[in-house]
């Protein structure tokens, strides 16, 4: 088997190496009474998209820090009971992509959110407003802001649990079968939507990106995605000599220590030649999940397209 990490024996026992801050319960307990404090004003619009097999509509609701954020919303056809729903979360820099891509999911009678991150590729808004460096990346983005609740991801992480809560109120929608997927960024919004809404049943990330930031800086794999991390230190922190400090700051939006909160059954996929993502920081989050789990393992495969896994992701969901 090939290996540029750490053996599969190795990975399956990793538990992370970032820090994690020692108030982070009560950092997240705050986010979420600020997040549950916050009137989301949802707003529904027919979209232009028409399909035989749902009803199309452009979603707004108000997160925190009072950003609007956009998700697309298909609800089936002539239902007259309520039914499942997905969450959908895309990579880093894109946006939820085309109507057709959910079709399969609304033709089963699934309900699909599918949400832009805030600041990314798509239609959701991004208030800014943090001290310090915003030059290159949404990991950074508040690093250098004197209070942690200004951390970009805290609240893009916030953004899916209130989306996931929206769903879950819907009329026509069992809020008792909701599931989250995605991969990459998308991986990592799935795993912090179903830690911050444990109701979420079923849960499906691939090869999940923003875990265990200090193993990656140490594989010298600050790159690609990760790039702003070598980026930060060698413009602010040239000597590390804030290494600890800057590292236990991103610990709390590390989704690693979010991942033991999860009470949904997991399906994760992820390729051990993946240098965006290495597997190791990808299995200190699986491995810390405490639910029912099972993990895909594609030896000779990176972070790219993975044969079947959409297949069995889908089939994963028939049974929520």
């Excluded at 239902?79 to 880093?92: M, R, T």
């Excluded at 610990?251 to 033991?260: K, P, R, V």
């Excluded at 491995?287 to 030896?299: E, V």
Aim: aromatic share 12%; charged share 25%; hydrophobic share 40%.
């Amino acid at each position: 088997m090939p290996v540029f990490d750490m053996s599969l024996d190795e990975l399956k026992k990793y538990r992370g190496i970032n820090p994690k801050p020692s108030d982070f319960d009560e950092y997240w307990q705050r986010a979420l009474n600020e997040m549950h404090g916050t009137d989301p004003n949802v707003e529904l619009i027919p979209a232009d998209f028409e399909t035989p097999v749902a009803e199309c509509f452009n979603l707004y609701f108000t997160g925190v820090k009072g950003a609007r954020i956009y998700a697309k919303l298909l609800k089936p056809k002539n239902i007259n009971d309520q039914k499942p729903a997905i969450l959908n979360f895309h990579g880093y820099s894109g946006n939820s992509g085309d109507w057709q891509n959910y079709l399969g999911y609304a033709a089963s009678g699934f309900v699909v959110a599918a949400m832009d991150c805030r600041g990314q590729g798509g239609l959701s808004e991004d208030k800014g407003g943090v001290s310090g460096n915003t030059l290159q990346g949404h990991i950074i983005r508040g690093l250098d802001d004197p209070n942690p609740d200004n951390l970009l991801y805290r609240d893009i992480f916030l953004d899916t649990a209130m989306l996931a809560k929206i769903i879950m109120d819907m009329p026509f929608v069992d809020k008792k079968r909701v599931g989250a997927m995605g991969g990459s960024q998308g991986g990592a919004l799935t795993i912090a939507c179903a830690a911050l809404v444990p109701e979420i049943k079923r849960l499906a990330p691939c090869y999940p990106f923003l875990s265990d930031y200090k193993r990656v800086w140490e594989m010298d794999l600050a790159k690609d995605a990760y790039v702003e991390l070598s980026q930060y230190f060698r413009r602010f922190d040239p000597m590390h000599l804030r290494e600890e400090e800057i590292f236990t700051k991103l610990g709390y939006i590390d989704i690693q220590h979010l991942a033991e909160r999860i009470n949904g059954e997991v399906l994760m996929a992820t390729g051990l030649m993946d240098t965006i993502c290495p597997p190791s920081t990808q299995f200190a989050a699986y491995n810390k999940i405490q639910s029912k789990k099972n993990i895909l393992i594609y030896p000779d495969f990176g972070h790219e397209y993975l044969p079947g896994f959409e297949d069995l992701k889908y089939q994963f969901m028939l049974g929520l």
